[in-house]
């Protein structure tokens, strides 16, 4: 399976680099006019909201075209002490401004022993409001998310739980793959990218899920100290 997802992400690669330079600018063009239009006056209500799915629709291509290109290039991490629960409770911050966590309880996120890793602050806050993303969207109203991070042995684990519908053990095997998805509106990217930074901290993200029951996802990464000038 590991070589088979090698092969596949080579092929993104190519592909990828193709696409981006193909499509961004006409991209750039769309966007800036839709957005040049939206500031004239005497718009009736229809053609703002045309043009505001014009924008949105836009924005949602350049971020495919985005995640193709986080996907496969090599990650370049800006490390240094980062607390776990920091990077949480701005992931939550992130899913309540953003309306996707209306109507569904958020607990914690809940400390157990020291939470520092060394690592990339903006990628890992990245993985985290993906993986609160996800779980918030997979809840249904009057439902809750969980969020805690703990200390186990030489690691560091943050974990998220839903009370979603949960997943199906046959979909389970493939939900870190590329292109995978069972959102209406989902590249299948964004595991994929979860899973590539954890690994390029020397960590991993694993999910465990019983249908009916909800999802699990658990971000592991090695708690160490960093000498000085120390890299990943």
Not at 32 to 58: H, M, N, P, V
Not at 82 to 100: F, P, S, T, W, Y
Request: glycine share 10%; with cysteine.
């Amino acid at each position: 399976r590991d070589l088979v997802q090698s092969r596949t992400l080579a092929t993104v690669g190519r592909m990828a680099a193709t696409v981006a330079h193909e499509v961004n600018n006409p991209l750039s063009v769309i966007l800036g006019y839709t957005r040049i239009l939206q500031k004239q006056a005497g718009l009736d209500t229809e053609q703002a909201e045309g043009l505001a799915i014009i924008e949105s629709e836009t924005q949602q291509c350049r971020r495919i075209v985005d995640e193709l290109l986080d996907l496969t290039r090599p990650l370049k991490l800006e490390c240094a002490d980062v607390d776990l629960v920091q990077i949480a409770e701005g992931a939550v911050k992130r899913a309540r401004d953003a309306g996707i966590c209306d109507g569904i309880r958020i607990l914690g996120p809940d400390a157990s022993g020291e939470a520092r890793v060394w690592g990339d602050e903006m990628k890992l806050g990245q993985v985290v409001s993906n993986l609160m993303a996800n779980a918030a969207e997979a809840t249904p109203p009057g439902g809750e998310v969980s969020i805690a991070v703990e200390r186990e042995g030489e690691n560091v684990k943050l974990t998220i739980a839903d009370s979603g519908e949960g997943i199906t053990s046959d979909v389970l095997p493939f939900v870190f793959g590329p292109f995978f998805t069972t959102k209406p509106k989902g590249t299948g990217l964004g595991l994929a990218i979860c899973q590539a930074i954890a690994q390029a901290h020397g960590g991993m993200i694993e999910l465990t899920s019983q249908v009916k029951r909800g999802t699990s996802v658990t971000l592991s990464l090695p708690c160490r100290a960093a000498e000085a000038g120390d890299t990943l």
